[in-house]
């Protein structure tokens, strides 16, 4: 098992910054994949950024250039930094652990913008 807390999701104004906090009860260098994901008000879950075990990253079009993945090995941590803010960016974010034996997610933290 592996268990993921976040953590830095918040109400802030259009414009604004975030960093979000994915912590992991394992070493994060023994994770293949690990990933920021959303789920807006009536829609469905997207993926938003992605890390590999080799530090390659992904992100979705919209958030290019606005949010940044990173991890921190010795602290067993992943970030989302999310910079210049949008109303559309309101959702509930997840981070899920691709371990190639299994998939974990958080339990979640809501990000809401305001404009």
């Known amino acids: 098992q592996v268990q993921l807390v976040e953590s830095g999701g918040g109400l802030v104004q259009a414009g604004g910054s975030l960093r979000l906090s994915c912590a992991a009860s394992?070493?994060?260098?023994?994770?293949?994949?690990m990933g920021w994901y959303r789920q807006p008000p009536g829609k469905q879950r997207e993926v938003v950024a992605t890390?590999?075990?080799?530090?390659?990253?992904n992100y979705l079009d919209s958030v290019k250039g606005r949010f940044t993945i990173s991890r921190d090995n010795a602290k067993n941590t992943v970030y989302l930094q999310m910079n210049s803010l949008k109303p559309e960016d309101t959702a509930v974010y997840s981070c899920?652990?691709?371990?190639?034996?299994?998939?974990?997610w958080g339990q979640g933290t809501q990000v809401t913008v305001s404009s």
């Open positions: 899920k652990a691709e371990m190639g034996w299994g998939d974990f």
């Open positions: 394992v070493r994060i260098f023994s994770i293949l994949v």
């Open positions: 890390i590999t075990s080799g530090g390659s990253t």
